[in-house]
């Protein structure tokens, strides 16, 4: 069941296809009808395995079908689920398809078409049926889970979950493994970063992005309309609500709070909010007044405006004396919110003809300056006006990817492959190699991002590592390929 969940994640990859515009022609190798015959790589599936789990009601093979047109155009059905692609013919029995604007290889040898679908190397054999009639559907083993393949709506979605959230507490049943809110400052000492690692983003766009030590995963979501959502994640299911502010991941055997953060631009500096204040529409008109985001509650008046600004070689004190007496104020104060130097000032604003008292908080983030302006409308207005401010923390970006090359592979390990790659800027990394296999040589061209803690490779030129070996034709043999490399999820 692992491999089949696995295999099914690294096809509906593909129906994200969108791969710029090419040519092709009826001649080509790629031009005509495939379907699914095995898969090689990190997950690998035989042929005869493919044939067992027909006879089980899983046709895999009749289920994935590939069509390649002689225009350029292909599609791919995956149990009834069709997405439409372009594709290029190189004229060497290789050719390229595109993830996520993003070329990757596939070729044609000795009879059966291989494409580099992320998680391994999906293999097949021409078929009498074309993708546009497939009649296969999602086989009763996949019900459970036709959820996570189903591409999000178009339309945006309105919901008090769409936002960042990081990781506020747990509870287990086994208590010696509850952390209580009260525990992070103790467990960031020893090193465990679980407010900064630990983050849960909920795209209005239908996309979810869930990060821990380890990495991240991301896929689909919608709200019930009710605040309320599953999500499959972590290798488990959650079923997402919101109590109190915080919001509520229930699992099989965990409950993990998550409290609401918004960033303040691009300063780097971001607040706490309670759950249920979503984003509003900013006009074009405010943005040309350094309005960059708008923030309301179902629950609370008080609404917020975030702006960033240069400073223009002002200091923080010279620019609010001057924006604090350009709104009406003839006195500002200086203050510190968390170590983080601060000056606010309360001006009279005028909005749909109503009068409101606006408290504006301005902080410095390098060149620019950042600023709330709370709409103090409301009984509670103050209190929770003070709670936003006194949440105002700095987070440091995360390191920039480093371009190298291989040095050589460190031995004494498995998986994940270790190499030794010397950076652009001179010095030594060590990395891991998640998605290769076969040896990086020295010398390749390699990127290094940030995965939880530590470097992870990925290839400069995702061809480095691609073989397609010899494109004579010869008897049909067990078809071998290697990763292009991975693809960020």
Not at 367 to 376: A, C, H, R
Request: charged share 25%.
């Amino acid at each position: 069941m692992k491999k089949i969940i696995t295999l099914m994640l690294a096809v509906c990859l593909c129906l994200l296809l969108a791969a710029p515009a090419s040519a092709a022609d009826d001649a080509s190798p790629f031009v005509g009808n495939w379907k699914f015959y095995a898969q090689e790589g990190e997950a690998p599936m035989s042929h005869e395995e493919i044939l067992a789990m027909a006879e089980m009601g899983f046709d895999m093979a009749n289920g994935m079908i590939t069509s390649f047109r002689g225009d350029g155009s292909f599609s791919m059905n995956v149990f009834g689920a069709i997405a439409e692609g372009t594709w290029t013919d190189n004229g060497d029995g290789t050719g390229v398809f595109g993830v996520e604007g993003e070329s990757y290889p596939m070729s044609v040898q000795d009879g059966f078409l291989r494409m580099d679908l992320g998680n391994g190397v999906g293999v097949f054999e021409p078929s009498d049926t074309s993708a546009d009639d497939s009649t296969a559907g999602i086989p009763p083993i996949l019900e459970e889970y036709a959820s996570q393949f189903e591409m999000p709506e178009q339309q945006a979605i309105v919901s008090p979950l769409v936002g960042e959230w990081r990781f506020y507490s747990m509870e287990s049943e086994k208590s010696e493994l509850d952390i209580p809110h009260d525990a992070l400052p103790e467990q960031l000492e020893k090193g465990r970063d679980y407010a900064g690692k630990y983050t849960l983003t909920f795209m209005d766009d239908g996309w979810f992005k869930f990060c821990n030590f380890y990495g991240f995963e991301q896929n689909n979501w919608s709200d019930s309309g009710s605040g309320t959502a599953t999500i499959f994640a972590d290798g488990e299911k959650w079923d997402c609500s919101m109590e109190d502010g915080l919001l509520i991941l229930k699992g099989s055997d965990r409950v993990m709070r998550y409290e609401k953060i918004v960033p303040v631009g691009t300063t780097g500096y971001c607040v706490v909010v309670p759950g249920d204040y979503v984003q509003g529409e900013v006009t074009k008109e405010q943005r040309q007044d350094d309005m960059i985001a708008y923030y309301r509650s179902s629950e609370h008046l008080l609404d917020f405006d975030v702006y960033q600004y240069g400073s223009n070689g002002r200091t923080l004190t010279e620019y609010v004396a001057i924006e604090a007496k350009q709104y009406g104020s003839d006195r500002f104060e200086s203050t510190e919110i968390n170590g983080i130097p601060v000056c606010f000032y309360t001006s009279k604003e005028q909005y749909d003809g109503i009068d409101y008292r606006v408290v504006n908080c301005l902080f410095a983030a390098g060149d620019d300056f950042g600023e709330l302006s709370f709409w103090m409308d409301g009984e509670d207005a103050p209190n929770v006006a003070e709670q936003i401010l006194g949440s105002l923390f700095y987070r440091a970006p995360e390191p920039e990817d480093v371009h190298g090359v291989i040095v050589e592979k460190l031995k004494g390990y498995s998986y994940p492959d270790r190499y030794l790659v010397r950076g652009n800027d001179g010095e030594l990394y060590e990395a891991e190699y998640y998605f290769g296999f076969e040896d990086l040589a020295p010398d390749t061209e390699v990127v290094l991002s940030v995965r939880g803690s530590g470097w992870e490779i990925e290839l400069e030129d995702p061809w480095a590592a691609f073989d397609f070996g010899s494109t004579d034709v010869t008897e049909t043999t067990e078809p071998v390929l290697t990763s292009a490399g991975p693809i960020d999820i």
